[in-house]
């Protein structure tokens, strides 16, 4: 089925405007959307794809514009008045409860007091009638995230939408499960129903979408027809110019380099009843090179992290070695001071405070390993020092801001992350291990990022990167390695490694790794 | 159909941090004026007799700086812990220890005598004060237990001991049966700033500087930093190398040794003995005071001062007018609950939206069309 402009469109925008202070997130924008089309929403982090669907879900209330829905003007006021539109949403990040049933978290949202089991039965036969089988009994908290997602997705079709906006769906699947969930988005499409499809996977876009608008800085800056359009083309639209490609020198005298982080029997318990316990993990990361840790989310990354990085400590000293020493059961501080850098996955939050400006969230990480030239006598800070090593961060990595010194949280996430990156590579460590390092992050960004990790590889530094992008690691890593239910596979060498080989490892394929044996403690 | 709507903003208002407590101070004396008019009282002659007369004249200020001292020490104390998200409500009980563990040496070795005599029980008080900080302390670490419930019922405990204390063992044995102790020696007696002008003694000194100390701390030192992280961020306090546990001691004990020098001060230099009750409820006004001076050890000296007077104006009100001096409860209740009103200005704007008919009409006829 292709585009047809003579159809009737079932939603119609018409210079809808959204201002946030002095930005226009929103300016202007026009969109159409066909009964029976998969149309897409392609942009940039901050390109205002956000802001677009918030208003079209009634969570945010647009400064000027008309919404014509069905030819008929309508003001959505808030998601209820959207869902009795016909508009329904599956978010990018769930909002499922771990402690509860797949029918209970349906039947909060539903809210129209109709007993469990009658929902149960509803969900299970619309899950099976498309294709994404769901045990409406099972715990959340049981659940994979692909899984989840398919509760989200029920949920949103029980409640009989015309109209389904689908923000990043595929970023938390397998490349199989991502299959399954476009045979879905087909049928649904066949049935005469809408959907509003948000990526930045162009390929996806070009494989799925039958239209798609491109949104650059809140302007709408093209309609087109994915499928004639190339991945390239597609990305110039987005970001305005060529996005760099990534360059990988290749790694040479790697085999006989020394490992500056080694893991090695790593083992840990689930800390809670919903954490992934560790299983024997090994691996080693000499210097000069990139390992990619590749895996759906949830099984274990998280967990990892928190071990490697030393905000857990280990019971056995050697499970965790870096550059050639024991460092299991020193704290993070300790762990940098032995040379080694930390990037979390959660910006806001965890790698910085949101609410402190970029100079404090600079010290937030390296109040240690600078202690001599941040921190001065009795303990006092060095607020020149610090301020002035952050403007040179924010130089090197083309941190761009509104004020010279802003709170984190006023940052974009892109520019965030730089900054967040920026703060470790400017300490040349000689380990760095990066949770996540472009997720949700626009492709100019993400490229710069990716170069400068290479680049510190390359400079004799040991780099572990774990990503749920696999584009991301094929670009990036030496070898990848796949982390599935807590256990890490071998790494595969990038020559012998392809989507389908690593994207059956992330679905739990390789002997020894058994399917879905979650322990609930 | 007009309906209020919070905005939030993008980033904190400074203009709004500022002033939200002079809103919140005029919104109290609105509803003080309210209050006033609903007992049959003129509010200007009340608000006069309340907040003018009793600062009009020399000694009068003194008596207001008697009053602020132990607020401003304590809620200096209380403004570290509660950046960093960790809730010491029992300032007052640890007031009460600081008073009774510095009066050791005057009670218990009158004789004893010197310049060493008050520095020593200066000392003794914050000692005590901190170690009875450090039971919810260790109570929260160890076990998980909540501080609000922990640090409160303590505060009973402590009245209780002094009570028992005064009454039976550090009973005066000269004092006719009273329930207190000894006066103390000259040597324990906290000395008065200016004996010409008023009563004024020590203790404002070194509310100052405490305040000033520890704005040093916050705003400048690495210490303050990590307070202020793990306050607002714990899982990035985490990711810096911040102990938790290490913070909620080292909080505690802070404020737990500023309210037992608080404590000391009062009952060395304001009463000059241990009697049953030792303090008009400061440990809890001082939760006001912190949070009425912004958190900010400065905004604290200020707010120190303001609800002495509310002290002092519910004393006079109850002579001139025949009002419970109960109001200056009232009063400060309705101070604490309008700043922390009026905080929701800093991070929230205000927008009045008006109801557009086609809104509420759109919807229905959809569903009546399904």
Redesign the interface.
Known sequence: MSANHDRANLLEVRGLTKIFGTLTACDHIDLNIAKGEIHALLGENGAGKSTLVKMLFGSLEPNSGEIFWDGKAVNITSPGVAKRLGIGMVFQHFSLFEALTAAENIALSLNDGSPISTIAAKARALSYSYGLPLDPESLVGDLSVGERQRIEIIRCLLQTPQLIILDEPTSVLTPQEADKLFETLERLRAEGKSILYISHRLEEVKRICDRATVLRHGKVVGHCNPRQETAASLARMMVGNEVKAVVRAPAEGIETAPALLEIRGLTRKPATPFAIPLKNVNLNVRAGEVIGIAGVAGNGQGEFFEAVSGEVLQQDAGSVRIRGKDAGALSITGRRLMGAAFVPEERLGHGAAPRMKLSENLLLSRHATDGKSFVGSGGMVKNASVYSAAQRIITAMDVRKSAPDPEAAALSGGNLQKFIVGRELDRKPSVMVVNQPTWGVDAGAAAHIRQALIELARSGSAVLVISQDLDELFELSDAIAVMHNGELSAPLPIAEATFEKIGLLMGGAEPGHAEHTMETA | MMRLELVKR???SALFSVLSPFIAFALTMIAGAVLFALLGVNPLEAFNIYFIQPVSEVWQLHELAIKAAPLILIAVGLSVCYKANIWNIGAEGQFILGGIFGSIIPVLFPEFEGPLVLPLMLLLGMVGGALYAAIPALLKTRFSTNEILTSLMLVYVAQLFLDWLVRGPWRDPQGHGFPQTIQFGDSAVLPELMPDAGRANWGFVFALVAAIAIWLMMS????G?EV??LG??P???????FGFNKMVFFTFLLSGALAGLAGISEVSGAIGQLQPVISPGYGFTAIIVAFLGRLNPLGIVAAGLVLALTYLGGEAVQSALGISDKVARVFQGMLLFFVLGCDTLIHYRIRLIGF?A??LE???K??EA?
Do not use: D, I, T
Request: aromatic letters at 8%.
């Open positions: 993008p980033q904190r400048r030192m690495l210490k930093f202020r992280v607002s961020s899982r990035a306090g985490r990711f810096a190398g557009a086609p809104k759109a919807a229905p959809l569903e399904r």
